[in-house]
């Protein structure tokens, strides 16, 4: 069992910045793929960026390439996410995730072990 904490939402304006954390306990999450998803209200849960057990892969939703930088740090059993240039539409609920086989990193339900969310809000 893996268990993911995630931190570091909060309200911003328009253009500013944040920087969303995931702790995880119970294993080591090097053996993990790990991703970020988010789901604003009304909407379906989509992905937003994953990252490689080693972290030397990353990649993104074309919605937020360029501007959010997803990270691990193996050591300290963490994965953040630096969002830049933050717009409305992307306020949502952003959770983070751990995927033991990999088989597709874009689909939600591949992924094993879920946080509780941590809230982004963007205003303009």
């Known amino acids: 069992q893996v268990q993911l904490v995630e931190s570091g939402g909060g309200l911003v304006q328009a253009g500013g910045s944040l920087r969303l954390s995931c702790a995880a306990s119970?294993?080591?999450?090097?053996?993990?793929?790990m991703g970020w998803f988010r789901q604003a209200p009304g909407k379906e849960r989509e992905f937003v960026a994953a990252i490689s057990r080693d972290g030397g892969g990353a990649y993104y939703a074309d919605s937020v390439k360029g501007r959010f930088t997803i990270s691990r740090d193996n050591a300290k059993n963490t994965v953040s996410l630096q969002m830049n240039s933050l717009k409305p539409e992307d306020t949502a609920l952003y959770y983070c995730?751990?995927?033991?086989?990999?088989?597709?990193?874009?689909?939600?339900?591949?992924?094993?072990?879920w946080g509780q969310g941590t809230q982004v809000t963007v205003s303009s």
């Open positions: 995730a751990a995927d033991l086989f990999n088989n597709n990193r874009y689909n939600q339900y591949e992924y094993d072990y």
């Open positions: 119970g294993r080591t999450l090097t053996r993990y793929f």
